[in-house]
């Protein structure tokens, strides 16, 4: 089955709007972490979220394991916010990463 | 800190040809990952190193794709010979030994003609 969903797969913001973005995860999935991927492909860590909440200036993201779901939240977005989100989860047991599928986010200026 | 080196940046060939590519993981860094991320998708992990060692490499076509990390650093990811759906970024990635914060590389793009 689905170890982690993310929701919605295309976002399109005006500059300045807030964003939630959110991330479903199995039973088998933990230690949730949260990637920007910028139009050059290059993947950066945003956050290592297991449980709780993390900011990082005008982003934040909170995991709330007992009910399997984290979400991510951007406030007055930046056209340099565009690009593809990614969550990603370890498969218990293992060290192997499995990514969600990404929220393409597009922010008009 | 230098981050995590990759090369080429760009690849183009044509089909039942080979292509190597090349990734120096972050200096300290024990576990070396290689992932295959088609067009649309997220990345999927083709190989994991820790160290000289292979711990997971149940989703690398092994008939065509090969990979090594000689001395616990350097490693290269071999395709031979490559298929036009191998068409993909591949992203290197490294961590410090376990389930935590994995760093990328700028990825390498390969188009099979």
């Known amino acids: 089955g689905i170890q982690v969903e993310q929701s919605p797969p295309d976002l399109i913001l005006q500059e300045g709007a807030n964003s939630t973005l959110r991330c479903n995860f199995s039973?088998?999935?933990?230690?949730l972490q949260w990637f920007h991927q910028n139009p050059w492909v290059q993947l950066i860590n945003l956050f290592y979220i297991p449980s709780g909440t993390k900011q990082n200036g005008r982003l934040s993201a909170t995991t709330v394991a007992t009910e399997r779901y984290s979400l991510l939240y951007i406030s007055s977005s930046q056209t340099t916010d565009s690009g593809v989100y990614f969550c990603?989860?370890?498969?218990?047991?293992?060290?192997?990463?499995?990514f969600g599928q990404g929220t393409r986010l597009t922010i008009n200026p | 800190e230098a981050g995590v080196a990759q090369s080429p940046r760009y690849k183009i060939i044509e089909k039942r040809q080979s292509v190597a590519f090349w990734c120096n993981p972050i200096?300290?860094?024990?576990?070396l990952y290689w992932y295959q991320q088609i067009l649309g998708q997220g990345p999927k992990l083709l190989i994991q190193f820790q160290n000289n060692g292979v711990v997971d490499d149940s989703q690398l076509p092994k008939d065509r794709f090969s990979a090594e990390r000689l001395k616990g650093v350097d490693s290269t990811l071999k395709i031979q010979p490559a298929k036009l759906e191998d068409s993909a970024v591949y992203l290197c990635?490294?961590?410090?030994?376990?389930?935590?914060?994995?760093?990328f590389g700028p990825g390498t793009r390969l188009l099979v003609l």
């Open positions: 039973d088998s999935v933990n230690n």
């Open positions: 990635a490294s961590s410090f030994w376990g389930p935590e914060t994995q760093y």
């Open positions: 990603a989860g370890y498969i218990q047991g293992a060290q192997k990463l499995v």
């Open positions: 200096s300290g860094h024990a576990t």
